[in-house]
């Protein structure tokens, strides 16, 4: 008895998943000459893939986990945490377009030297495709998930408003008044409300524990900054519908767009629009803006197919540099 107990118990611990150990590291960046700590993590083997999640006010790299441990079973997949979210430092200073690209081109040379497959979501979009005229060019090949450029109060209220968005960015940057707003917008039950209307598409998806975990992220020293820069649109990669649609005419490097059929209407819109007059192949799957994290399944099973017949092609050389980590 004692026996066949012993073999039901070793066949639950063989039949659980495996847990991969977590490979987290710093990257050493410098910024206005003052030293700036990026945390990203590494998973699986192979030829390097780079993910990097969307920029609002209650995302980090774990909403690329789901999709990184899919994609590592063959690729190395490296995703981060932007300055000034996550577990990344978040410096004292002015949070804009430019410090995000500068960021990301940093990252890309002192990091891969050919260039790699990425990934992107959200506003991440914008600075992606800010990098595909850089000689030598850091992407092959580029993925968009849900992509955006207009923050959420330019998208509720127009973009004739960039003043008052700027004041009210200024206002949430100050020391006590801007903690009283930043904390009234990142209750659990204004962030329950955020995530229904456009982050998530399935309801039930909003589980009490992810709303838990989702509001320990914005709990932080210094959190507001980069969020009020977001959601004031101070990191919009560009400002008319006309600069997002010159991101792909012409068509630089092959590019896969992901939409969410639950995305909101303006920010689907646009996406439909570079769809319909470019290049740009395209999917669509279930999901709002968090599609990547919400519907890893959906989403890995339609760029998978194009991710093999992409890399089935002779890959570049390729190696990471030497790091000290």
């Not at 595909?132 to 992509?147: C, G, Q, Y």
């Amino acid at each position: 008895m004692d026996k066949a107990l012993e073999v039901d118990e070793l066949q639950a611990e063989m039949s659980e998943p495996i847990i991969p150990t977590r490979d987290v590291r710093i990257y050493d960046w410098r910024w206005n000459q003052s030293p700036v700590s990026i945390t990203y993590e590494v998973v699986g083997e192979g030829l390097p893939i780079l993910l990097l999640p969307a920029l609002s006010t209650i995302s980090t790299r774990e909403e690329m986990r789901p999709l990184a441990e899919k994609l590592s079973a063959k690729n190395q997949v490296y995703f981060l945490d932007w300055v000034g979210f996550g577990e990344s430092d978040r410096p004292n200073v002015k949070y804009e377009p430019k410090m995000f690209r500068m960021l990301l081109r940093s990252f890309v040379e002192e990091t891969f030297n050919a260039p790699i497959v990425v990934m992107a979501a959200g506003h991440a979009a914008g600075y992606v495709m800010d990098l595909v005229t850089d000689d030598p060019k850091p992407w092959s090949w580029v993925v968009l998930f849900a992509p955006t450029w207009r923050g959420p109060l330019p998208s509720m209220m127009g973009d004739t408003k960039r003043k008052f968005y700027n004041v009210i960015h200024e206002l949430v940057r100050s020391p006590i008044l801007g903690r009283f707003l930043y904390a009234l917008n990142t209750t659990r039950f204004f962030l329950k409300f955020m995530m229904k209307r456009h982050v998530y598409a399935n309801e039930t998806n909003i589980t009490r524990e992810k709303i838990r975990s989702k509001w320990q992220v914005t709990k932080g020293k210094r959190k507001r900054l980069a969020s009020a820069a977001f959601v004031t649109g101070a990191l919009d990669p560009v400002k008319s519908s006309e600069g997002w649609l010159s991101y792909f005419q012409p068509i630089r490097v092959p590019v896969l767009m992901v939409i969410g059929e639950q995305m909101p209407p303006k920010s689907r819109g646009e996406d439909e629009v570079v769809a319909h007059f470019s290049g740009v192949q395209v999917v669509r799957t279930p999901g709002s803006l968090s599609l990547h994290e919400e519907y890893p399944d959906e989403v890995f099973a339609e760029i998978a197919p194009f991710l093999e017949k992409y890399l089935s092609k002779k890959p570049e050389n390729h190696k990471p540099k030497n790091l000290d980590y």
